[in-house]
């Protein structure tokens, strides 16, 4: 059974930084390829950063340049890096993950991921 566990969450003022972690169980039932997603209050979720099977990244207009999403293997767990939070990032802050047999998703699409974790909370004050 695969799980998937955030940490790293918190109340930060505006400037600030956080660093989100994602640790995985069973990390050889899913594929490398993961995704970061977020949903503010009264919002749909969004997808705001993933990387690829072969280590490629992307990443929401909205937190391009302020946020970085990186994994390490080793440690089956999958970061993002927030700098320079703004009000607007504060959400509730979910990974997600593909089973091991099916294709990595295309562009993000939420649809396309099959284990989501339980979220961590990101509050940011101006």
């Known amino acids: 059974q695969v799980q998937l566990v955030e940490s790293g969450g918190g109340s930060v003022q505006s400037g600030g930084s956080l660093r989100l972690s994602c640790a995985a169980s069973?990390?050889?039932?899913?594929?490398?390829?993961m995704g970061w997603f977020r949903r503010a209050p009264g919002k749909e979720r969004e997808g705001v950063a993933f990387?690829?099977?072969?280590?490629?990244?992307s990443y929401a207009d909205s937190v391009k340049g302020r946020f970085t999403i990186s994994q390490d293997n080793a440690k089956n767990t999958l970061y993002l890096q927030m700098n320079s939070l703004k009000p607007e990032d504060t959400a509730m802050y979910y990974c997600?993950?593909?089973?091991?047999?099916?294709?990595?998703?295309?562009?993000?699409?939420?649809?396309?991921?099959?284990?989501w974790g339980q979220g961590t909370q990101v509050t940011v004050s101006s």
């Open positions: 997600a993950a593909v089973k091991w047999y099916l294709p990595c998703p295309a562009a993000g699409r939420e649809s396309d991921y099959n284990y």
């Open positions: 069973a990390y050889t039932r899913i594929r490398k390829c």
């Open positions: 990387i690829d099977s072969d280590g490629s990244t």
